[in-house]
């Protein structure tokens, strides 16, 4: 069974109190809500999807009703002699005053032997792995909110599971709120003279045209292919131009740029004589 998660931010109070410690609940805001963490592929945080998480949750411990039909037989408490209260001296010395006995928490009897499996605690620790829907959108350190998935309690209780992820680097791309970024390296000519290039995204590849004249730097957006969203909230990827020049080339390529080179000069000349003529 999967289960849907909600994004909650990271100053709710419930997301930064709900811990388990040494397999108790912990003391802070509901105890009855449990933590775990998990690694998130960067396809998974970016475009949403389902992954599994380990759990680490309480339970109440079944044993614990087999036990008591089986161990009927309580001893009278020997704090309060059976009466249930004890007297208590206020602090600074004050005035005695009666109140429930802390031994047997007031009964007057105490249980011969308590739950093997427990050990009186009327909980048990369970491990398991369940599968939640990731929202697109997901960053790094992102806290998820899955109800009804924490620990449960003896008394009906149940808590919600808060789920921290971290998001799994991609060796391609990076994430920057709902636009994905990535290098498309460009020759200078393909620069210069413009080309059509196939960019790789999370959607699939995606052929687009560069313009005469790209500069090393130069952001190429393809629209829709970031994280998903309306027609205007959507994300885009964002290919950052990374221009390649050549550390070696033929004697014929030399000569070609050479004569580029005298070409440009000339028109250069020509522009700075013209403007000479006009003053």
């Known amino acids: ?22 397999g108790a609940p912990g003391s802070h805001g509901r105890a009855c809500d449990a933590e775990a963490s998990v690694s998130v592929p960067f396809a998974t945080c970016v475009l949403g999807g389902p992954t599994d998480v380990h759990v680490e949750r309480l339970r109440p411990c079944e044993d614990c009703a087999t036990f008591r039909t089986k161990r009927t037989t309580r001893q009278l408490c020997e704090s309060c002699g059976g009466c ?23 009964a007057g009897a105490v249980a011969e032997e308590f739950c093997h499996t427990c050990g009186g605690t009327r909980v048990r620790l ?7 829907s ?29 789920i921290q992820v971290d998001m799994e ?43 005469p004249g790209t500069m090393h730097g130069d952001v190429i957006a393809i629209e829709q292919c970031g994280a998903p969203g309306t027609e205007r909230e959507g994300g885009s990827h964002r290919a950052i131009v990374n221009l390649e020049l050549p550390k070696e080339i ?29 003053r």
């Not at 369970?126 to 939640?132: G, M």
């Not at 014929?252 to 440009?264: F, G, I, P, S, T």
């Open 1 to 22: 069974m999967r289960f849907s998660a909600r994004r909650v931010a990271a100053s709710s109070p419930s997301s930064s109190t709900c811990r388990t410690r040494q």
């Open 250 to 278: 033929s004697n014929d390529e030399r000569k070609v740029l050479e004569q580029l080179r005298e070409l440009q000069r000339e028109r250069e000349r020509t522009k700075k004589t013209r403007a000479s003529r006009t």
């Open 126 to 132: 369970e491990t398991a792995d369940i599968r939640v």
């Open 169 to 211: 680097p991609h060796e391609s791309f990076q994430v920057h709120g709902k636009d994905v970024l990535s290098r498309l390296q460009l020759t200078y000519l393909d620069a210069l003279l413009g080309s059509t290039v196939v960019v790789e995204t999370l959607h699939g590849a995606k052929r687009v045209q560069v313009a």
């Open 84 to 106: 249930g209260v004890a007297q208590v001296r206020l602090e600074g010395g004050g005035d005695v005053q009666w109140r429930p006995c802390p031994a047997c928490g007031g």
């Open 134 to 162: 990731v929202p697109a959108g997901v960053g790094q350190g992102a806290r998820l909110r899955v109800k009804g998935q924490g620990h449960s309690m003896p008394d009906g209780t149940v808590g919600d599971l808060y």
